[in-house]
């Protein structure tokens, strides 16, 4: 098989928008680590993308622990969550819990005609 030129002075047409480009000027296009065949312009070159590559590599990302030792001396080791956003906390307006929160509307005056 022979030697192939080396084409910097040859023109070459991009296969996506058509414009004449230098042959050397041209890059191949890349789709999941594979050439599709295409040759196009620095414009037009769409670099490969990682999330085509989902599921190409091992991915372990364990969340928890097998053999857990939490502390138990406190007690705020204990409960589940320190924020609680319903009820529970001490603000300037006093203690709030789920019993005595209390929600007040005032409606202004309501004209019902029926015929």
């Known amino acids: 098989m022979g030697a192939f030129a080396s084409g910097k002075y040859a023109i070459a047409i991009c296969d996506r928008c058509g414009f ?6 041209l890059r191949f296009e890349v789709s999941d680590q594979k050439r599709t065949g295409f040759r196009v312009c620095q414009e037009c070159l769409d670099e490969d993308q990682p999330q085509l590559q989902l599921g190409r590599y091992p991915i372990n990302d364990p ?9 138990t001396s406190l007690d705020a080791s204990r409960r589940l969550s320190a924020w609680d956003p319903i009820g529970g906390w001490d603000s300037a307006y006093g203690e709030s819990s789920l019993n005595n929160m209390v929600m007040r509307g005032e409606l202004g005056n309501i004209t019902v005609t029926t015929s």
């Open 63 to 71: 969340q928890a622990l097998r053999y857990p030792r939490p502390d």
């Open 20 to 25: 004449e480009y230098p042959y050397t000027e």
